[in-house]
């Protein structure tokens, strides 16, 4: 038996079948074999296509008078029905094998079969290529989920997880550990759902992450801990955000930010699919600070170049007025990017979407030079510029006849921010176009570092508040800016970044009690009692500890090349937070809710 | 390296420290090694035991003055501090060594010491010895958790519970799906908690088991399905129980009762830790009503006899009055249980006790008879029989001289049960006095199988209720009895007792809709709307199938021995469900609770 194999799981064992119906082969000629499965498709009253899990096999259907029971069942039975099929496996006759299937140099002679159940109601045909709506495949997750893609998701999806698990746990020593989630409310934890307890006025909140309790569990000595941990988080309505979610979390004692990293790197590579080829460690690193200036964002996609220049330089002595005034600001620069065949595939309508998106968004004008194809520049550069100045711009950004520069001056960041933007932009009208810019197998990982510790607070722009989250250590080259300038503290935060999208991330954390201290109580402002069971736990001898957290449907979103994470997920939510297949969230009767002593505060009917 | 050896893992990579503490051996002399961990104890200024996960081992502090710095720096330093010690392997002095002590032949001579963190606050001693209460295990579970018996308990659980998916995932093909525990409130699901949604009066539900997600995947082709699911369950203040509890939920398709348990036997046995000696399969089995009539139970302790015995023959023709009545009665009988040595141990004071309980939990009068040393009776049946009947009566419970015999009469199922309960009373009784019972290293699995499939409902005895869930299957034997006599139909459920203990229980489900459809409307009288998603799931070919689901925390409590499922999680609530650490569940401001439209009804302050 195929499953037999060495490695290979026996999918099979306790079940009333010989085989899987995708697993059988040439190998397999002259066996009996029973097989359970769905009806795929009937043909030429000869055939029944049968499918399961693994895949797809012919059922050849006796022609004989002895046999007309069988055909009678077998034929007349509606698509999706379950059969239990007995039978021999044989050859397909010369000339009418076929190459598409891998089971398709054999067919099932049937000698007997039982129905197993008779499908009755089929809202849409179980055909991937049969386009659903979004709103239908929740409604029938069921049946949506019986489809290759979907049934290929979700195993991958297992697999992988199954092979993070022996590299934590088998290889590394790394213990599993559940943490509760009915837990206390975070401080102005906005996101976070409550739950009523049955003591009047008091709620449980489901967390955002374990972020405290694996602290807690490295105080605890546990040296070294994971789980694939179940979280939570009420944005409301947001595209491709689940109200729950799943992380792969990760914290050990006694590392530094390279230990964390190597040990993410070997994870990530002991558990890589194998169709999906092959990827090198270590994983190239960036500051935030490269980030930003080449890419003009703090998860670069480095599947692609187009990497902003700074071409202040060639403007020094300029006579135009919007770029002298840009240079002349404290951090003014002028910047472009290059878009490889942009004049080209890019239309006016484009650029003038995109120029109006970034003064929307960012203030920022952008000044646009098209190389036509005999390399004459049409922009309202043009004229101001000598050909000497064009040459040497065009040399700083290597652009050649048909490309496209965007140019944009003024203060660092904005400048950064919206080229940033506009690089992801062209790359995306020119895919759309049919212009090859990002291989879509390739996968690209980063280390993003030395992220600021503290941002300014968007409506008080005067305080701080942590870039991360309050438990991140400072940089140790940066410790004592702590007492002085906070603001420019960076952090000992890491963001892993898979394809220009944030798929972890972690921190060495702060073990020392008064340091902790010191950040919550004089630069965050935090009241102290909300986190003094921290405070007295890490004034318990906590271990210096540090750890990371994978956010796993995007990571497996992105393998399998999903759009959504809800293709990665079972049971999705819609995105408005409802479960579409039992219509939850749903209304309670009102004595249910005496036992919590809440009421529905119901709005007043707007007129 | 120890570490390196096959099959264990390298628990030292991507850290600080080149070694464990408790993994040093005599094969490490000469070595230079680098540990981490905490100061376990200081004695005679010349020794420091450190601690970690692994255990412990001695540093020798040097003794010449060039070490004065190190020597001051390691014995100042208040217990349970965290150092980093760099030093040789060096024996022990011939006579000093500790046999006791797996590291007890060496000690690690330190050249350098760093502290990484001086422990200010402790509020008990880090000793197994040291006796606290539960309150404060549980306020400093952090510190709890650093206990040898504590880091046993959940390192073996993060072991099981990788064996246990190894065996599903690698060995048979199981798919680790992840179902949403944001979901709808089940009709009449008193202990679901309630998450209010940001639309007004709708609230998801934490359910008590995946166990609609886990048929839905059947449906949907998964074939194979497992996760470890958390689950919740609001029983308010119940010991031993926790609002939030995991189960290893597995579900497969194309299998019967048979093939289910087969897996799970396999399942245990090759995640069965290797300490804990060796475990056979198959399991006995035993069907409910043997049950109940051997030990007056549904979940028998088989790890000792004191087996039910029905005596009614010997009474047939008796002259005692409540005897007759008895016997006279439509499944009425006589029965006795035999407790050896039970009138050597048990005092008049227990018995009354005993008697007392039966009364009162089952109306049932227990007629005492104690075996004297010399044999003769001490009971009030002792005048009202003859010497045959008396001897009748010894050979058929085997009793013997020092035994306690237990009777009572009346209808079938009270008498066991009554009966079943003074069992475990009695065995309990003689245990707290010293008697041996029950071998406490024996692990005894026994399935319990045939229950019935309905109950009357406890308040209308008239009505049925499923006796598990609506979705459990009819025994073969009994579909169609069904239609005529619902409330004699045995169930395909099964249950997975451990040493009295119920641990697991599945079923084989109902894949047909309308016979689905039949149990929920014409039986149990369900609005068959609510479940009206299931119904049409089954109706688009669904497969023949079974599951079960594993509580891993009492069967993790009972393999290690531990009193309570708290001693098996990391941070468990209190028995009112409150977290001591964080003081979990506590009051929100009524703002966070707006976007909930939910308001708190405070109870009106009684007088």
Same mark, same amino acid.
Request: hydrophobic share 40%; aromatic share 8%.
């Given at each position: 038996r195929l499953c037999s194999q060495k490695n290979m799981p026996d999918q099979n064992s306790f079940a009333s079948r010989t085989h899987a119906c995708g697993e059988m082969r040439c190998t397999h000629i002259g066996e009996q074999v029973t097989i359970c499965g769905w009806i795929q498709y009937q043909r030429h009253g000869l055939f029944v296509i049968l499918r399961d899990f693994s895949g797809l096999i012919q059922i050849l259907i006796p022609q004989d008078a002895s046999a007309g029971h069988l055909k009678k069942t077998l034929y007349d039975l509606p698509l999706e029905s379950v059969v239990r099929v007995t039978g021999n496996v044989v050859p397909r006759p010369p000339g009418q094998e076929n190459s598409e299937m891998p089971t398709g140099e054999i067919e099932v002679q049937a000698r007997d079969v039982e129905v197993l159940n008779i499908c009755k109601k089929l809202p849409f045909e179980i055909k991937d290529f049969v386009k659903k709506s979004e709103a239908l495949r929740m409604q029938y997750r069921y049946l949506d989920l019986r489809s290759v893609q979907m049934q290929y998701n979700l195993r991958l999806r297992s697999r992988m997880v199954m092979k993070m698990k022996e590299y934590l746990c088998n290889l590394h020593g790394f213990v599993d550990v559940e943490t509760p989630t009915l837990f206390k409310r975070t401080p102005g934890g906005a996101k976070e759902f409550v739950v009523p307890s049955r003591e009047p006025g008091r709620f449980y909140s489901l967390p955002q992450s374990p972020q405290q309790f694996k602290q807690l569990l490295m105080v605890a000595g546990i040296d070294r801990y994971f789980q694939v941990a179940r979280c939570y988080r009420d944005e409301g309505s947001k595209p491709d955000r689940q109200p729950e979610f799943t992380q792969v979390d990760i914290e050990m004692s006694f590392v530094d930010q390279a230990g964390i990293r190597k040990l993410i790197e070997g994870l990530i590579q002991y558990s890589w699919p194998e169709d999906k080829g092959q990827i090198g460690v270590p994983f190239p690193s960036i500051t935030y600070s490269e980030a930003m200036q080449y890419y003009g964002i703090d998860k670069p996609d480095t599947r692609f170049e187009w990497k902003i220049i700074d071409i202040s330089e060639g403007f020094r002595n300029t006579d135009i007025g919007f770029l002298r005034d840009a240079l002349s600001k404290p951090e003014g620069s002028v910047r472009a990017i290059c878009v490889p065949d942009g004049a080209k595939h890019l239309k006016s309508k484009d650029i003038e979407f995109l120029r109006k998106d970034s003064r929307a968004q960012f203030n920022q004008e952008v000044t646009v030079v098209a190389l036509k194809p005999d390399g004459t520049w049409k922009s309202p550069l043009s004229k101001l510029l000598t050909e000497e100045q064009k040459h040497l711009l065009c040399q700083a950004t290597q652009a050649k006849a048909g490309d496209l520069l965007l140019l944009t001056a003024g203060e660092h960041e904005?400048?950064? %921010?919206?080229?940033?933007?506009?690089? $992801?932009?062209?790359?995306?009208? *020119?895919?759309? %176009?049919?212009? =090859? !810019?990002?291989?879509?197998? #390739?996968? +690209?990982?980063?280390?993003?570092?030395?992220?600021?510790?503290?941002?300014?607070?968007?409506?008080?722009? &005067?305080? $701080?508040?942590?870039? /991360? /989250?309050?438990?991140?250590?400072? /940089?140790?080259?940066? =410790?004592?800016?702590?007492?002085?300038?906070?603001?420019?503290? %960076?952090?000992?935060?890491?963001?892993?970044?898979?394809?220009?999208?944030?798929?972890?991330?972690?921190?060495? %954390?702060? +073990?020392?009690?008064? *340091?902790?201290?010191? !950040?919550?109580?004089?630069? *965050?402002?935090? &009241?102290?009692?909300?986190?003094?069971?921290?405070?007295?736990?890490?004034?318990?001898?906590?271990?210096? +500890?540090?750890?990371?957290?994978?956010? $796993?449907?995007?990571?497996?979103?992105?393998?399998?090349?999903?759009?959504?994470?809800?293709?990665?997920? #079972?049971?999705?939510?819609?995105?408005?937070?409802?479960?579409?297949?039992?219509?939850?969230? &749903?209304?309670? =009767?009102?004595?249910?809710?005496?036992?919590?002593?809440?009421?529905?505060?119901?709005? =007043?009917?707007?007129?």
């Open positions: 904005p400048v950064c %921010r919206a080229l940033g933007k506009l690089r $992801l932009q062209c790359a995306e009208l *020119l895919e759309s %176009r049919g212009v =090859a !810019v990002r291989d879509s197998s #390739a996968f +690209h990982f980063l280390w993003v570092v030395d992220f600021p510790l503290f941002l300014p607070k968007e409506d008080e722009p &005067d305080k $701080l508040e942590s870039a /991360h /989250h309050p438990f991140t250590a400072p /940089h140790p080259q940066d =410790a004592l800016l702590l007492y002085t300038q906070p603001d420019k503290v %960076r952090s000992q935060h890491y963001d892993l970044v898979l394809n220009g999208s944030e798929i972890g991330g972690g921190s060495i %954390r702060i +073990h020392n009690a008064e *340091l902790q201290q010191y !950040v919550l109580e004089k630069i *965050l402002k935090e &009241d102290k009692r909300l986190l003094s069971h921290l405070i007295e736990a890490l004034d318990s001898g906590a271990p210096p +500890h540090g750890g990371i957290a994978l956010g $796993l449907d995007r990571f497996i979103a992105i393998i399998v090349g999903a759009p959504s994470i809800r293709d990665v997920i #079972a049971f999705p939510k819609s995105y408005r937070g409802r479960d579409l297949m039992s219509n939850a969230p &749903d209304f309670v =009767a009102a004595e249910d809710l005496v036992p919590y002593h809440i009421s529905v505060a119901w709005p =007043a009917v707007s007129q």
